[in-house]
């Protein structure tokens, strides 16, 4: 299944691991990109493991392979709308995943996670890797 996809924290851990589903996705995959947001996570990660100099530099190498979104002031609209369409509906999901799907939505990308709480997110594309 060709596309262009976001790769959302839980979907880099299962990468990590060698999920071979993540791995058969991504060989099939048009373009992947990596949000900031989520490099923060897996750095915040790294370093609370039992072993943080090896994860830190599992991440570097990860982050220096990958083509990294970064937010800005579109992205900064894109959360503010969905935000406020999660508080109408009253269905609050995590600040930074409101950032990824805030990404997702600004560069017509597919989100790529297994967290469901992104069905919330009104225009969203999500697929479960």
Not at 38 to 51: C, D, H, I, T
Not at 93 to 100: G, L
Request: hydrophobic content about 45%; glycine content about 10%.
């Amino acid at each position: 299944m060709a596309g262009r996809f976001l790769l959302d924290t839980n979907i880099v851990i299962a990468l990590f691991a060698a999920d071979a589903s993540v791995q058969a996705h991504l060989k099939a995959a048009t373009e992947v990109f990596v949000p900031s947001v989520v490099l923060g996570e897996l750095y915040y990660g790294a370093r609370k493991s039992g072993r943080p100099g090896d994860n830190i530099k599992r991440v570097d190498d990860f982050a220096g392979a990958s083509v990294v979104l970064a937010c800005d002031a579109a992205t900064a609209t894109n959360y503010g709308q969905v935000k406020d369409g999660l508080r109408t509906k009253g269905r609050p999901i995590p600040e930074n995943d409101i950032w990824v799907g805030a990404l997702a939505l600004q560069y017509g990308l597919t989100l790529v996670s297994r967290d469901t709480h992104f069905n919330e997110v009104t225009g969203l594309v999500l697929e479960v890797w």
